[in-house]
């Protein structure tokens, strides 16, 4: 039910997403029928978690926040030997570097193998404008000392600073030892491309919107949109005498409305996929939550309102709304009590109450006026009064 495949998976990110105050809001309205089917409508809320993603640089780990290096020029560099001169063979792959954007990450993967005498102590770097490191990557390694036609493998990371899309260059540089001779140097400059910034809350919103498009295709009676950030589904359900019940019992004077439900509406199913997913396998509130509760208190803010077709008279740890039509439930605290959801709701019959009401008095004044004509015929006659002389 959540964005990310499993509810597990997030939960395991919650110490992390804390210290930065991500928190993903869950909201579910449930609007229950007389005849016991309920229109669920459900908003998940990932935008803190997505804000926060895409100022480190999303997905890709990078921030996209360096500033150049204007102190680099490759003129700098031009007196300097080269690698071939120093009987240092330097090799990279081009095509670690294609597809280069601002704010994203870069790596080089070089091979340096010594064709001269033993070097004692060899450190390699890199300069460049655009090229700079990233708070997770270098792009400095000191290799140590290389016997003859020994080689070794270099692996260096960083990122592409704020620049503007274009053609740049980068630097390798190299400092060493050999034999009798001391601070040695090379160098080589190399040229890349670098492309605008991919906007990466903008590929995540066509990843989620497509997403949003293939439930929908395979569920017609599912709604699913996503929208900076926001997950809505909609649905209508009925009961299914499991994770649903609704009763309805009808009396002369009042209809009561019974409700239980032991976990949130799971309106998308559950996929064996390694796509990204909004299903997952949820806990019945009577299981709980474990260890993963006091973590899940802190990263979700899981909130259930659920509207019922009558006056609500009991709805133990849920809030009441003023018209008595609805309850909001904190699902959370649902799974610390470990107890199901459970609604009783009443509406008066008043058509019942006003027959009812009306054949009594109908009744009455039919005694009163059946007791009135049994005294007047059961009263005896007066004898005519004389006239008076």
């Known amino acids: ?61 990078a921030r996209g926040e360096e500033e150049p290096d204007y102190s680099y020029s490759p003129q700098a560099y031009s007196n300097y030997p080269s690698f071939e001169s120093q009987k240092i063979e330097l090799t990279y792959s081009p095509s670690d570097l294609k597809e280069l954007r601002v704010g994203g990450s870069a790596s080089l993967s070089m091979s340096v193998k010594n064709l001269g005498e033993d070097l004692s102590s060899l450190n390699i770097y890199v300069k460049s404008k655009a090229l700079v490191p990233s708070y997770s990557g270098s792009l400095d390694e000191f290799v140590g000392g290389l016997k003859k036609r020994e080689s070794q493998n270099i692996f260096l990371s960083g990122e592409i600073a704020n620049v503007s899309p274009g053609t740049y260059e980068f630097t390798v540089i190299a400092e060493f030892d050999r034999g009798s001779q001391k601070e040695l140097k090379a160098a080589k400059t190399f040229t890349f491309e670098v492309r605008e910034k991919k906007d990466e809350l903008a590929e995540l919103d066509k990843t989620y919107q497509e997403l949003c498009a293939n439930y929908t295709r395979k569920d017609p009676a599912l709604k699913c949109s996503y929208n900076n950030g926001i997950f809505k589904l909609e649905k209508e359900i009925s009961p299914d005498g499991d994770t649903y019940k609704f009763e309805k019992k009808e009396g002369l004077f009042e209809t009561t409305y019974e409700a239980e439900i032991s976990m949130l509406p799971q309106l998308v199913k559950e996929e064996s996929s390694s796509t990204p997913s909004l299903s997952s ?11 993963d509760l006091s973590s899940a208190s802190s990263l979700f803010q899981f909130d259930y309102t659920i509207k019922m077709p009558a006056k609500i008279t009991s709805a133990p740890n849920g809030k009441i709304s003023d018209d008595k039509t609805s309850v909001t439930y904190d699902v959370l ?13 009443v509406e008066e019959n008043e058509t019942n109450k006003m027959i009812a009401f009306g054949a009594i008095g109908v009744v009455a004044i039919a005694l009163v006026g059946g007791a009135a004509y049994l005294l007047l015929r059961n009263r005896p006659e007066q004898p005519p009064s004389q006239p008076m002389q």
Do not use: H, P
Request: some cysteine.
């Open 1 to 61: 039910m959540v964005f990310l495949k499993k509810i597990s998976l997030l939960l395991s990110l919650a110490v992390f997403l804390l210290l930065f105050g991500c928190t993903i809001k869950i909201d579910t309205q449930q609007e229950i029928k007389k005849d016991g089917k309920a229109y669920v409508r459900q908003a998940i809320d990932i935008s803190s978690l997505l804000n926060y993603t895409a100022s480190l640089g999303g997905i890709y780990g």
């Open 281 to 291: 396998r949820q806990k019945r509130f009577s299981e709980g939550l474990g260890q």
């Open 333 to 345: 605290k649902l799974y610390e009590k470990k107890e199901n959801i459970r609604i009783v709701a």
